[in-house]
RNA sequence: GCGAGCGUAGCACAAUGGAUAGUGUAGUGGCCUCCGAAGCCAUUGAUCCGGGUUCGACUCCCGGCGCUCGCACCA
C-alpha cells in the first residue's frame, strides 16, 4: 500500500470500514480523527469516547475492540490505546520515509491536494477598491487574504474565478466630474494622474458641501453620466483607466492577477431584473418610498430593511451585489462564492445571502454555497484604525514602499558586504512578504496591530523567519555543491534521531493544514504550520549536522533538507509570497 | 436602545468539544575552533466575572462587566 497525501482521511476510512465491520457506523460513529500532539502521537481517533457515551458502552472496551481490527494498519503506524479511550496513531520512520520520497516537489503535493475540490468552481471577491482613490491600507486585507484563499481554493482542485468587484460607478462620480470640468490640472493629471484624480474628488466633495448650488450641478452630472451623455462618459472612463493601471502597480507587488474585474458599472443593466424579479416572488416591497427586503422571522431584519432600490429610484450596492449574485450563478454556474469583505458589512452580507436564498429557492435555482470571509481592522499602537499623523489614510504604495526600505536597511545591517543590486532584490521579497505574513499569520476575524518592528524584526512568526530557512536550506547545498533541483538523496534510509524524526512528523502535517486552512477559510491556519515547520527545520540544524561522510545519513538529511525547502516554499507561495532569495 | 464580534502571561498572538492551555517578545541562565547566532537550548509568567451542559469547556448555553463595530437609502 502506498501512503496517501492525507494520512487522516486515510485513518477517517478505514475505521469508517471498520465502525461499519461492528455495527457501529449504523449507530452514528464517527471516527473523529485529528491531528495530535507530538507526545501522543501523528493522529489521534477520538471517537470512541463520545459513542461509548451515548451507547453506554466501555470506552476502553470498545477503543481495544477497534483498534484488533486495526492490523492492517500496523505495518505503518504505531496504535495504542491511551487514557479513557483515545486511539493514537505514530507513524512509523520507514512510512515517514516513503511518504517524503513521493511528495518530493511542490507539483506533487498539488497533485495530492487537488482531489478535495476537484470539478468544483469557486469565485473569489476580493480587493474591489473604488477608482478615482489610491488604495490605502484598509484594502490591504482584502487583497492578501483574497488572494491566499484562491490559491489554496486552487491547490486543493477548484477551478477560481478571481474577481474584482471594483466600485466604479456612484454618486461619486458626479461631484468628480464637476471638479474635473472647472478644476484639472493637466500638468498634475500628465504626471501622477491618480493623484489628480483623488484631489479632484476631495475638492468636489468639499466644494458640494459648501454650496448647495454645487450639488445641484454635481446631481446633474451624475445624471448626465447614467444617461449616455458621451463627454462625461469619456471622463468616467479615464478616470477609471488610470485608477486600474494605478491599481496593478500594487497587484504587481502582491502577486495578484485577476481574472475578471466586473466592476459595479458591470451590472448597471442588470439590477431592473432583480426589482422585478424580487417584487414578483413576493421578497420585496415599497417601504417609505424605496423597494425593500425584510425578513420577518429574523430577530433584527424584521425591521432594519434590505434597500434593494433608493427612493429616488436609484440603484445601490444591495441591487448591484444582488445581481452580481445572479450573474455568478447563471454565466460563471459557480459552486461557491467567497466574499473578502471586512466584518463591519456583515449586516449587508448576511441580508445578502438570506434574501439570494429565498429568492434562489422561489425561483428554483440551484444556490451556491455562499461565504463571507470577514476579517478586523487593521490598527496603529493606539488601537485605534491605523492612520497617518495627520488622520489620513495610509497609501498602500507608501506602505509598501516603506517596507521595502525597512528591509533593505536590515539586509545592509547584517550582510553589508553584499552587492547593493543583490540587497535590493532581497529588500523587496522580504519587505513585501512580511508585510503579507504579519496579517496572514493571525486569524482574519480579529483586529490585528501593524508594528513594523514586530514584522520587520525577523523574530517569531515573520515572513524573514520563514524565508531565513529557505535561505540557509539553500546556502547548505550551495556551500556543498549540489543543485536543489537534483537533491542528491538516493539511498537515504529512515530518519533516527530525535530532531530528524520531529522535522519528518511535521513535514507530513502538510495535508493537514492545507485541508484546514482551506475548509475554514483561515490560511493562518498554514501559517502556523510553517512557522513550526521552520522551527523544526532550525532545531534539527542546530543538532544535526548535514554534510557528513556517512553517504546514508547525508542522504537522509540532505531529504530533510530539501523536503523542508519544497514545503516552505509550496507553502509560501500559497499564501502568496515570493520566496525566490538565495541568500538574504 | 437593539444586534453582532471580541476579552487568553507586561505586550503581541495560537489552540478543528479532547490528554499537562501552545508560541513569540520582554526577563533570567546557557550554546559560535563546527553546513548562516536573523539561530538553538533551558526557565519565570495567562483563559474578564458568575452560573449551566458534558466523561471532558478557552471553545457550547444563560446572566453580568469591558472594548470594538453595525443599525433607511454611501459602499
Given at each position: 500500500?502506498?501512503?496517501?497525501?492525507?494520512?487522516?482521511?486515510?485513518?477517517?476510512?478505514?475505521?469508517?470500514?471498520?465502525?461499519?465491520?461492528?455495527?457501529?457506523?449504523?449507530?452514528?460513529?464517527?471516527?473523529?480523527?485529528?491531528?495530535?500532539?507530538?507526545?501522543?502521537?501523528?493522529?489521534?481517533?477520538?471517537?470512541?469516547?463520545?459513542?461509548?457515551?451515548?451507547?453506554?458502552?466501555?470506552?476502553?472496551?470498545?477503543?481495544?475492540?477497534?483498534?484488533?481490527?486495526?492490523?492492517?494498519?500496523?505495518?505503518?503506524?504505531?496504535?495504542?490505546?491511551?487514557?479513557?479511550?483515545?486511539?493514537?496513531?505514530?507513524?512509523?520512520?520507514?512510512?515517514?520515509?516513503?511518504?517524503?520520497?513521493?511528495?518530493?516537489?511542490?507539483?506533487?503535493?498539488?497533485?495530492?491536494?487537488?482531489?478535495?475540490?476537484?470539478?468544483?468552481?469557486?469565485?473569489?471577491d476580493?480587493?474591489a477598491?473604488n477608482t478615482a482613490?489610491?488604495?490605502?491600507?484598509?484594502?490591504?486585507?482584502?487583497?492578501?487574504?483574497?488572494?491566499?484563499?484562491?490559491?489554496?481554493?486552487?491547490?486543493?482542485?477548484?477551478?477560481?474565478?478571481?474577481?474584482?468587484h471594483i466600485g466604479d460607478w456612484g454618486t461619486q462620480f458626479g461631484k468628480l466630474i464637476w471638479a474635473?470640468?472647472?478644476?484639472?490640472?493637466?500638468?498634475?493629471?500628465?504626471?501622477?494622474?491618480?493623484?489628480?484624480?483623488?484631489?479632484?474628488y476631495?475638492?468636489g466633495t468639499k466644494a458640494a458641501e459648501a454650496d448647495p448650488a454645487v450639488l445641484a450641478e454635481a446631481q446633474h452630472e451624475l445624471v448626465k453620466l447614467q444617461t449616455g451623455d458621451?463627454?462625461n462618459l469619456?471622463?468616467w472612463?479615464?478616470?477609471?483607466?488610470?485608477?486600474?493601471?494605478?491599481?496593478?502597480?500594487?497587484?504587481?507587488?502582491?502577486?495578484?492577477?485577476?481574472?475578471?474585474?466586473l466592476g459595479e458599472s458591470f451590472y448597471n443593466d442588470k439590477v431592473a431584473r432583480i426589482y422585478r424579479e424580487l417584487t414578483e416572488c413576493g421578497l420585496a416591497q415599497e417601504s417609505q418610498g424605496a423597494l425593500v427586503v425584510f425578513h420577518p422571522e429574523h430577530p433584527r431584519f424584521k425591521t432594519q430593511p434590505f434597500i434593494i432600490r433608493k427612493k429616488d429610484g436609484a440603484a445601490n450596492y444591495a441591487s448591484s451585489d444582488l445581481a452580481t449574485v445572479l450573474y455568478r450563478a447563471?454565466?460563471?454556474?459557480?459552486?461557491?462564492?467567497?466574499y473578502?469583505i471586512d466584518?463591519r458589512q456583515s449586516d449587508h452580507m448576511d441580508q445578502l445571502f438570506l434574501t439570494t436564498r429565498k429568492w434562489f429557492e422561489k425561483t428554483?435555482r440551484?444556490?451556491?454555497?455562499l461565504?463571507h470571509?470577514?476579517?478586523?481592522?487593521?490598527?496603529?499602537?493606539?488601537?485605534?484604525?491605523?492612520?497617518?499623523?495627520?488622520?489620513?489614510?495610509?497609501?498602500?504604495?507608501?506602505?509598501?514602499?516603506?517596507?521595502?526600505?525597512?528591509?533593505?536597511?536590515?539586509?545592509?545591517?547584517?550582510?553589508?558586504?553584499?552587492?547593493?543590486?543583490?540587497?535590493?532584490?532581497?529588500?523587496?521579497?522580504?519587505?513585501?512578504?512580511?508585510?503579507?505574513?504579519?496579517?496572514?499569520?493571525?486569524?482574519?476575524?480579529?483586529?490585528?496591530?501593524?508594528?513594523?518592528?514586530?514584522?520587520?524584526?525577523?523574530?517569531?512568526?515573520?515572513?524573514?523567519?520563514?524565508?531565513?530557512?529557505?535561505?540557509?536550506?539553500?546556502?547548505?547545498?550551495?556551500?556543498?555543491?549540489?543543485?536543489?533541483?537534483?537533491?542528491?538523496?538516493?539511498?537515504?534510509?529512515?530518519?533516527?534521531?530525535?530532531?530528524?524524526?520531529?522535522?519528518?512528523?511535521?513535514?507530513?502535517?502538510?495535508?493537514?493544514?492545507?485541508?484546514?486552512?482551506?475548509?475554514?477559510?483561515?490560511?493562518?491556519?498554514?501559517?502556523?504550520?510553517?512557522?513550526?515547520?521552520?522551527?523544526?527545520?532550525?532545531?534539527?540544524?542546530?543538532?544535526?549536522?548535514?554534510?557528513?561522510?556517512?553517504?546514508?545519513?547525508?542522504?537522509?538529511?540532505?531529504?530533510?533538507?530539501?523536503?523542508?525547502?519544497?514545503?516552505?516554499?509550496?507553502?509560501?507561495?500559497?499564501?502568496?509570497?515570493?520566496?525566490?532569495?538565495?541568500?538574504?
Open positions: 500500500m502506498s501512503l496517501p497525501f492525507n494520512v487522516a482521511n486515510h485513518l477517517d476510512t478505514v475505521l469508517r470500514a471498520v465502525a461499519t465491520k461492528l455495527g457501529l457506523a449504523d449507530r452514528g460513529f464517527q471516527p473523529e480523527v485529528r491531528v495530535a500532539d507530538p507526545a501522543n502521537g501523528d493522529y489521534q481517533a477520538n471517537g470512541a469516547l463520545a459513542f461509548a457515551k451515548r451507547e453506554k458502552l466501555n470506552p476502553r472496551a470498545l477503543g481495544q475492540q477497534i483498534v484488533d481490527q486495526l492490523g492492517g494498519l500496523q505495518e505503518h503506524f504505531d496504535i495504542s490505546l491511551a487514557g479513557p479511550g483515545f486511539i493514537n496513531f505514530r507513524l512509523r520512520p520507514a512510512t515517514l520515509l516513503a511518504w517524503l520520497q513521493t511528495y518530493d516537489s511542490e507539483e506533487h503535493l498539488q497533485a495530492g491536494a487537488a482531489s478535495a475540490r476537484r470539478g468544483q468552481t469557486w469565485i473569489v476580493y480587493s477598491p482613490k489610491q488604495m490605502h491600507v484598509g484594502h490591504l486585507r482584502s487583497a492578501v487574504i483574497g488572494e491566499a484563499i484562491c490559491r489554496l481554493l486552487a491547490f486543493s482542485g477548484a477551478k477560481v474565478i478571481r474577481d474584482n474635473c470640468k472647472r478644476h484639472l490640472d493637466a500638468t498634475a493629471l500628465a504626471g501622477d494622474p491618480l493623484e489628480e484624480f483623488e484631489r479632484l476631495k475638492l458621451a463627454e469619456a471622463i472612463k479615464k478616470i477609471n483607466d488610470v485608477s486600474l493601471a494605478a491599481f496593478q502597480v500594487i497587484y504587481g507587488q502582491l502577486g495578484i492577477r485577476f481574472d475578471v474585474s447563471e454565466h460563471f454556474k459557480v459552486d461557491g462564492a467567497a473578502v466584518f428554483g440551484k444556490l451556491p454555497q461565504e470571509v470577514d476579517f478586523g481592522t487593521v490598527l496603529g499602537g493606539d488601537g485605534k484604525p491605523l492612520k497617518t499623523r495627520n488622520g489620513e489614510n495610509i497609501r498602500l504604495k507608501d506602505l509598501l514602499a516603506e517596507a521595502r526600505e525597512r528591509a533593505f536597511a536590515l539586509v545592509s545591517g547584517k550582510n553589508p558586504d553584499f552587492p547593493e543590486a543583490e540587497r535590493r532584490a532581497i529588500a523587496d521579497v522580504v519587505g513585501v512578504a512580511s508585510v503579507q505574513y504579519a496579517d496572514l499569520s493571525q486569524n482574519r476575524s480579529s483586529d490585528y496591530v501593524f508594528a513594523w518592528d514586530k514584522m520587520i524584526s525577523l523574530e517569531g512568526n515573520t515572513a524573514a523567519y520563514l524565508l531565513y530557512a529557505v535561505a540557509r536550506i539553500r546556502s547548505i547545498f550551495r556551500k556543498a555543491g549540489l543543485d536543489t533541483g537534483q537533491p542528491p538523496v538516493a539511498g537515504a534510509t529512515a530518519p533516527e534521531s530525535p530532531q530528524e524524526l520531529a522535522l519528518a512528523r511535521k513535514l507530513g502535517k502538510f495535508s493537514d493544514a492545507v485541508q484546514l486552512a482551506t475548509g475554514t477559510l483561515r490560511p493562518h491556519f498554514l501559517g502556523l504550520h510553517l512557522y513550526e515547520l521552520a522551527g523544526a527545520f532550525s532545531t534539527f540544524y542546530a543538532a544535526d549536522k548535514v554534510i557528513v561522510d556517512d553517504p546514508a545519513v547525508r542522504a537522509r538529511r540532505l531529504l530533510l533538507c530539501h523536503r523542508t525547502l519544497v514545503e516552505l516554499e509550496a507553502g509560501l507561495h500559497l499564501l502568496g509570497l515570493r520566496t525566490d532569495l538565495e541568500r538574504m
